[in-house]
């Protein structure tokens, strides 16, 4: 009845029902970490006994001191949820920034095993496979058997690599079917 309060925070003024300043007035800093700054002040609204340390008792001052200081650590508390808030939504576009340059590296090193380095291999297979038909290759016979054991090794790894890194699948069926054809494969490979 004969008292009266105001949070001020921020630009926001919180008060109980007619608060104004009068010459009884006790104030406590808010303050928070990042340094934002606001106040509790309570007031007597009409004039009250004089004490020895005016008209705030020592206790109601450190329980408004204390009061202010709970409050004070609630707004730290609040802004440093928000960082972490704003952060974490960081995180997660510059994660999905990431994957999807990921992906772009994976489809280009797919497309120029594929295409690049699998051209050329095939390119020397079918030159060896020329030699073999067309030259006496009785002396040679051997190591052109072997290199072309070789190609055809090399070239199922290409195409191996270039399916494990970027399935063409993905970009052509979808999602879900080049899973299931990923899943299939593996479990051919596994036995």
């Not at 919180?14 to 509790?40: C, D």
Request: net charge negative; hydrophobic share 40%; aromatic share 4%.
């Amino acid at each position: 009845e004969v008292t009266a309060a105001r949070i001020q925070f921020e630009g926001l003024t919180l008060a109980t029902p007619y608060f104004h300043e009068t010459v009884w007035m006790q104030r406590a800093p808010l303050v928070t970490a990042k340094g934002t700054n606001g106040s509790i002040d309570v007031v007597y609204l009409e004039q009250r006994p004089k004490e020895l340390e005016g008209p705030f008792l020592l206790e109601e001052r450190h329980l408004i001191d204390s009061l202010a200081d709970s409050v004070s650590s609630y707004l730290t508390r609040r802004e440093a949820e928000e960082s972490l808030r704003s952060a974490h939504v960081q995180m997660q576009t510059l994660s999905r920034q990431l994957m999807q340059v990921q992906e772009r590296e994976r489809r280009q090193l797919a497309h120029d095993l594929h295409d690049e380095i699998g051209q050329a291999v095939t390119a020397i297979k079918m030159n060896l496979q020329t030699m073999q038909r067309v030259a006496d290759t009785s002396m040679v016979q051997d190591t052109l058997n072997d290199s072309l054991g070789i190609l055809d090794k090399i070239l199922q790894r290409v195409r191996d690599l270039s399916l494990d890194l970027r399935p063409s699948l993905l970009d052509d069926l979808g999602l879900v079917p080049a899973v299931r054809w990923y899943v299939e494969r593996q479990a051919q490979r596994a036995g």
